[in-house]
């Protein structure tokens, strides 16, 4: 029996002496499944013993933590994104005239590898992540790899760092596939060339606050998105510009900012990472997503379990004055999974809301984190196991 350890000190020596695709294709703790448009699916040995990082698992919080091995293609211009391959996490180099750099021509995803009791490994819905892509990489017109080939990435990358996958309950791998127009531009255009990329990270709760409740402003002044802009898929340029409310909110003591549309400032959209439900009478609404709010996956996923629960769910514009009159507010996202919301604060007027074991969102909470876990059956074919 090869042991685990012996597995990545091969692997490593394969990466530091020739190229890392064709010796992971030959490594003996390795194996490698390729299909016509594919890339190559890298597992661990199914004899190797689970062995974890060095991690304080009980205070991850949601912050960096590099891992093993990142992942990478590149796809010049008219072309396809050729084989990928993994190569110890570390800096890249780019052009000072890329693409991504000068014009802000990028996407990111996020998603995350989970580990069950009985420690299997598991993805939820990766699938959505690259066709939300998919739509993302034509509006800022970068080629995108296919479904296929996004999903077997993003399991390549959460194998090869296995062991910086939390213990059950202490958190996930945080999963962070990243397009960008990587070649060299100088006139606004099209970079020539465009690298997907994918890293990870071990988290805990994305919020400081843990699981307590947070506690929003609704910022009037500042705007996430404008319509016929780019806020309904998930560019890196939709980001920085709300760092100036984040920053400034925060400095109040809020946990995070809710906006307002752009037009009339009078209806929410989302929160700054994340989107948000309304309840209010047991209907439960969310902001109908037309070009300005981000179709988050984790918001899908939701509306789909309120369905299920027998909730009416409607998605339109809501009136600030709504959510200042709704028995309970909560966001969603891939990152803050399913959080309450305690109190929102809008033109010097604070409101708090229901909280408790009692409320919809944590029944919504509990089924969703069910899934996950498997202790719900997954009967929609959410969960994919990767080992």
Not at 97 to 116: I, P
Not at 201 to 219: C, H, M, Q, R, T
Not at 245 to 274: M, Q, W
Not at 351 to 378: A, N, P
Request: net charge negative.
């Amino acid at each position: 029996m090869i042991s685990r350890r012996a597995c990545f000190r091969n692997l490593i020596l394969s990466l530091r002496t020739g190229s890392t695709a064709s010796k992971l294709r030959s490594s003996n703790c390795f194996t490698s499944r390729t299909a016509p448009s594919l890339q190559p699916v890298v597992e661990l040995c199914p004899d190797s013993d689970d062995e974890y990082a060095d991690v304080d698992w009980d205070n991850l919080g949601f912050g960096l933590r590099p891992t093993d091995y990142m992942y990478t293609t590149k796809c010049s211009e008219g072309g396809s994104f050729e084989e990928g391959h993994l190569s110890r996490y570390g800096n890249i180099e780019l052009s000072p005239s890329a693409g991504v750099l000068n014009y802000g021509q990028g996407l990111f995803e996020g998603t995350k590898a989970y580990r069950r009791e009985d420690g299997r490994l598991c993805l939820f819905r990766p699938d959505q992540n690259a066709i939300r892509m998919q739509v993302g990489a034509e509006r800022m017109c970068m080629p995108s790899p296919s479904i296929h080939q996004f999903v077997e990435a993003v399991k390549q990358t959460a194998l090869a760092n296995k062991r910086w996958i939390p213990p059950p309950g202490k958190g996930s791998l945080y999963i962070r596939p990243l397009l960008m127009g990587s070649g060299p531009v100088l006139g606004l255009g099209p970079a020539p060339e465009c690298t997907f990329l994918i890293y990870a990270s071990p988290v805990g709760n994305y919020f400081k606050e843990g699981l307590a409740p947070l506690n929003l402003f609704i910022d009037d002044e500042y705007h996430r998105a404008t319509r016929g802009g780019a806020g309904g898929v998930k560019t890196i340029t939709n980001y920085s510009p709300v760092l100036k409310a984040i920053t400034r909110a925060k400095s109040r003591g809020f946990s995070d900012v809710l906006y307002l549309d752009s037009v009339n400032k009078k209806n929410i959209e989302e929160v700054s990472s994340c989107n948000v439900f309304i309840v209010k009478d047991n209907v439960i609404s969310t902001p109908a997503t037309g070009g300005t709010i981000l179709e988050g996956v984790t918001r899908k996923s939701i509306i789909d379990i309120s369905l299920d629960h027998g909730y009416q769910v409607k998605e339109q514009c809501i009136p600030v004055e709504e959510v200042m009159e709704a028995d309970e507010v909560f966001c969603t996202g891939t990152a803050v999974g399913v959080a309450a919301v305690g109190s929102i604060t809008y033109q010097g007027k604070r409101v708090e809301y229901k909280m408790g074991d009692e409320c919809v969102s944590q029944e919504l909470l509990s089924t969703y984190t069910g899934i996950q876990k498997g202790h719900i059956e997954d009967k929609k074919g959410w969960i994919l196991e990767i080992d």
